[in-house]
């Protein structure tokens, strides 16, 4: 009697345990396309990555310091490119480029590293870059060299948001609402707050509409796309896509509930369209910490998460941020 009702016992334990798919408490079920924001993509690409480091290359120097980049050439309009400044005895690097003053961070193999960044309405063509290199004993030199901006080859999307929230298509509303986020992405905070894991994506899933789209909405409002969209459900977590301070958190008219984070050294996320959000202004998050739940508040045509970045004051592309070797 005793071994039956184990040997039943058994078959209704392996019973529940197979009808529960594997991991269906943490994945959100795939919404429909009209439900997912804008312009789904068809084909999902390949979640981005962190690549490899990159080569250096020598791009100027005198006899006590060297300037060094990452790339070679050229810069697109809204890409973020990475510089090292080699060299003994420094005390501080500063740069000058498209009006961005630049701080360069000290990194643990003595050299210092500074974030370019050309904002997607940047002239294209070639552009001055002064670099400052202070050292110990107060004195100083300047490297010097020129950069192009490149055309950053950005598409045009039509977007439809409903009537009822017709209202935001008054364009004092945007740029009362950017004059108001890029006070703060201006201020520059002389600590790196990532660290040498990089950036992660905020929701492991499709990136459904690119940054710096040219938008249409409604047939009537022209815009840019300030950030990238992820596809999502309502009420899925967003992690900080790195450690840092939280430098705005409200409900704005374009990005609802949304969180903006300083990650230090002029890099910060924004996350927005959030139904609630779980960090105060001022809290110091991780990497990965869950900052907001996802949902369709303010100017959205259903529920989408969009992220976006800034560097040294100017919008650019979160992905190739995230893509980007950071020391
Ligand atoms: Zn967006």
Redesign the pocket.
């Known amino acids: 009697m005793k071994t039956r009702l184990i040997i039943f016992c058994t078959f209704v334990l392996l019973g529940i345990l197979l009808a529960v798919p594997i991991g269906a408490q943490d994945s959100p079920t795939e919404p429909p396309p009209e439900e997912s ?2 312009d789904p993509v068809t084909t999902p690409a390949p979640l981005p990555t962190r690549e490899p480091r990159p080569a250096v290359f020598a791009v100027t120097n005198d006899d006590r310091a060297g300037l060094q980049t990452f790339f070679i050439g050229t810069v697109p309009q809204g890409e973020t490119r990475l510089l090292r400044v080699v060299g003994n005895d420094i005390e501080s690097v500063r740069a000058s480029w498209l009006n961005e003053e630049i701080a360069f961070w000290p990194a643990e193999d003595n050299n210092f590293y500074g974030l370019l960044a050309a904002a997607m309405e940047a002239p294209t063509g070639s552009t001055p870059l002064s670099v400052v290199v202070t050292y110990t004993d107060s004195t100083q030199s300047i490297l010097a060299t020129t950069l192009d901006i490149v055309n950053g080859a950005f598409i045009v999307q039509n977007v439809n948001i409903p009537a009822t929230k017709g209202y935001l298509l008054d364009a004092s509303v945007e740029r009362s609402e950017l004059a108001r986020l890029e006070s703060v992405v201006h201020q520059f905070t002389l600590e790196r707050m990532w660290d040498a894991d990089g950036f992660q994506l905020p929701i492991l899933n499709a990136l459904t ?1 690119p940054f710096g789209a040219f938008r249409v909405f409604n047939g009537t409002l022209s815009t840019r ?5 992820i596809r999502t459900t309502l009420g899925i977590p967003v992690q900080a896509m790195a450690g840092g301070r939280v430098a705005y958190t409200g409900l704005l008219p374009i990005r609802g509930n949304y969180v903006l984070i300083d990650h230090g050294y002029g890099v910060y996320s924004g996350y ?2 959030c139904t609630e959000v779980l960090v105060d202004y001022g809290d110091l998050v991780e990497r990965g910490q869950i900052v907001c739940m996802s949902g369709d508040t303010g100017r959205t045509q259903g529920p ?5 970045t800034a560097v040294n004051g100017v919008w650019v592309n979160p992905v190739q941020l995230l893509q980007m070797w950071m020391p």
């Open positions: 924001g804008l509409s796309h300030t950030g990238a969209d927005a369209h989408h998460f969009h992220w976006e």
